[in-house]
């Protein structure tokens, strides 16, 4: 676990949901057919952070967010969370996927509340923790609709409720606001922030947007290459505005500078090894 302090009271405190990689790789495939799509990974993350992961289609941001997951096996090395090796889901991680993956059948209170009794939530507490968790994402209102019946970014807040569900250690989301429209994301991004802000869980965001990292993120980090590997690993210690904007700060151009130039010399290395 992460220690952090708090500068205005000078105490130290524990913040759960660190992760660390080590020297982890992945392969699709055995013999001949073995396709290594990663590796090597070695990376800190403290808990509490806003980690995105930047990087072209087919690098492995996917992949690496479903290891941590627990949906796949890492091939070599290892992945902790708290120090504990990760080999399976377990309910001290969250996931939102870029579809949401509701269950139409139920009302979206019914999704959440389904979710707390998989993690083996008392039957009694699960309605007041569903329409909790709910009203912390803005769905307070709609919690006795049907899926189906919700926008797309109402879908995603929901799923963001159910990964929210038994209180994960770390929020898993792999590019949850790409089909979104732009106005629609811009408040997703804020929504999303504000939550993190007042969690302080550890967030692992993919996303194939510079801007989208650097508006969220506390972390960025850009893989690349064949397999995929961390090229670039960069602190965003940017300042925001009233109304939580980061583009105002004198850093944002550079940093985004430093994340462009890195993708774009990924793709040119990987245009240069294609067979002509």
Request: net charge negative; with cysteine.
């Amino acid at each position: 676990m992460a220690t952090t302090t708090d500068d205005n009271s000078g105490v130290v405190a524990t913040r759960p949901g660190a992760l660390r990689f080590a020297d982890v790789h992945h392969v699709y495939g055995q013999g001949a057919s073995a396709n290594p799509v990663l590796g090597p990974i070695d990376l800190d993350v403290p808990g509490g952070e806003f980690l995105c992961i930047v990087g072209a289609s087919g690098c492995g941001k996917s992949t690496l967010l479903r290891l941590v997951a627990g949906f796949m096996p890492v091939s070599i090395g290892r992945i902790t969370i708290d120090d504990r090796e990760i080999s399976a889901p377990g309910p001290d991680r969250g996931m939102v996927f870029q579809q949401p993956t509701l269950f139409p059948w139920r009302s979206v209170r019914g999704n959440v509340e389904l979710a707390l009794k998989l993690r083996g939530y008392p039957r009694g507490e699960r309605r007041a923790e569903a329409e909790r968790l709910l009203r912390q994402v803005g769905l307070g209102d709609a919690m006795h609709r049907r899926t189906y019946e919700l926008s797309g970014g109402m879908q995603q807040r929901c799923a963001t409720a159910r990964a929210l569900a038994g209180d994960p250690e770390v929020l898993l989301m792999d590019e949850p606001f790409g089909a979104l429209d732009a106005i629609t994301r811009e408040h997703m991004q804020q929504e999303l922030h504000a939550l993190w802000r007042e969690t302080h869980k550890t967030i692992v965001f993919v996303t194939h947007s510079v801007d989208e990292a650097l508006i969220l993120g506390t972390r960025a980090i850009v893989l690349g290459g064949r397999p995929g590997h961390v090229l670039l690993d960069l602190p965003l210690n940017l300042q925001r505005d009233a109304e939580g904007d980061t583009h105002h700060d004198a850093g944002y151009a550079d940093l985004r500078s430093q994340i462009s130039h890195a993708m774009d010399d990924d793709y040119q290395r990987s245009q240069s090894e294609v067979p002509r």
